[in-house]
């Protein structure tokens, strides 16, 4: 019997997109911060990045962390804000899990999201579940702006909404956005080329860790007198290493504050912001 060609060629072509989807799936990861959300790694100079939502992450980024379909489960830091709700997290994540080594090349999107909007095109949502695993949900592409793409789900289904904001958005198998939130049942999406240009100068920098020296500094002066035990550390990070300790009622000079990052500089390293009474 002679093969069947269009068989072969269909076969093929879903071993491509199962592939392509892999590769998308083994960079998602679910963000735990002030909510839980989704997001998307990236590495630069042999460190490893979360893009996701700022609401996600929420005000001064304590207690991050990011864990991948596997359940590792790696510390993450507030890097910066990018504007329109997009935020940049450093991960820590030596020996615990791989980071994205791919990212979609920086071109504009406007004819193929066009295209899919005018043809009512299905894609799908990639996003990790808090038990483990991969799981995708199957959209309609209904509404296109500059910076934005709407979906709504092809089959309703209520948990999907949860936790869904920073979830990749693939179009035949490429990413085109991030989910940025939910109106009802739209979810509007940021798109990829936007997420591009606001990012593109941070990545292609190529430069190695930020010092914490070199962090843009706010100038204050004045004391602060810590309202709880506080620890004086190294770097604006919680797992940066301990100088010492300060007890309630001891006072520290400052002599700054780390721009967009809730911590206080001063001679000796740097404190929690929310540790201590305002100068």
Not at 92 to 119: I, Y
Request: hydrophobic share 40%; glycine share 12%; proline share 6%.
């Amino acid at each position: 019997m002679r093969p069947n060609r269009y068989g072969i060629l269909t076969t093929a072509l879903a071993s491509l997109l199962l592939a392509a989807g892999s590769v998308q799936a083994a960079e998602v990861v679910l963000v735990n911060g002030a909510t839980q959300g989704q997001g998307t790694l990236r590495s630069r100079s042999g460190e490893c990045f979360a893009i996701t939502p700022q609401h996600v992450m929420g005000l001064g980024g304590v207690g991050l962390t990011v864990t991948n379909a596997e359940r590792v489960r790696a510390p993450a830091q507030h890097l910066g804000d990018y504007g329109d709700d997009i935020a940049l997290l450093r991960v820590d994540a030596r020996g615990r899990m791989t980071c994205g080594a791919t990212w979609p090349r920086s071109e504009p999107l406007d004819e193929l999201l066009e295209e899919a909007v005018r043809l009512g095109r299905q894609g799908t949502l990639l996003r990790v579940r808090p038990t483990g695993g991969v799981e995708s949900h199957a959209v309609r592409f209904t509404a296109l702006e500059p910076r934005h793409v709407e979906v709504v789900l092809i089959t309703h289904n209520s948990e999907a909404f949860q936790g869904i904001s920073g979830s990749r958005l693939l179009l035949e198998g490429r990413p085109v956005g991030m989910v940025l939130e939910t109106l009802q049942d739209t979810i509007r999406v940021y798109r990829q080329d936007a997420l591009n240009r606001r990012l593109e100068a941070f990545f292609a920098g190529g430069i190695g860790p930020i010092p914490a020296g070199d962090l843009p500094l706010e100038p204050r002066q004045g004391r602060v007198v810590v309202t709880t035990r506080t620890t004086v550390r190294e770097s604006p990070t919680p797992f940066a290493r301990a100088i010492r300790r300060l007890e309630i009622g001891q006072s520290i000079e400052l002599l700054g504050k780390v721009k967009g990052r809730p911590w206080w500089q001063t001679a000796e390293g740097y404190v929690r912001v929310a540790h201590t009474a305002p100068p």
